[in-house]
Nanobody
Framework: QVQLVESGGGLVQPGGSLRLSCAAS????????MTWVRQAPGKGLEWVSD????????NYADSVKGRFTISRDNAKNTLYLQMSSLKPEDTAVYYC???????????????WGQGTQVTVSS
């Protein structure tokens, strides 16, 4: 059974940093490209970043490029999102998913993990 457990969120001041983690189990993590998405209050799901199964290729939304870094540790079955220079508009619940599931529309609230709340506020 696929399980994705996000963690690392919290309350941070503008300009601060956080590192999110996504612990994966129930599938061969190293076989799959992975994706981070987020959902801000009252808004739709937004793609944030993805990474190839080997970690070589990464992609970012323009809104986070240069501030966020996606990475993975296949030995630990864990996906990461290092977030820096955080802005109030980064406030959202962040979810991880297999990229293949995201592309099918099967990502975000109600699909896999519970997400982790990031709140950027002074």
């Amino acid at each position: 059974q696929v399980q994705l457990v996000e963690s690392g969120g919290g309350l941070v001041q503008p300009g601060g940093s956080l590192r999110l983690s996504c612990a994966a189990s129930g599938f061969t993590f190293s076989f799959y490209d992975m994706t981070w998405v987020r959902q801000a209050p009252g808004k739709g799901l937004e793609w944030v970043s993805d990474i190839s199964n080997g970690g070589v290729r990464t992609n970012y939304a323009d809104s986070v490029k240069g501030r966020f870094t996606i990475s993975r540790d296949n030995a630990k079955n864990t996906l990461y999102l290092q977030m820096s220079s955080l802005k109030p508009e980064d406030t959202a619940v962040y979810y991880c998913a297999k990229t293949i599931d995201y592309r099918k529309g099967n990502a975000g609230p109600g699909y896999w993990g519970q997400g982790t709340q990031v709140t950027v506020s002074s």
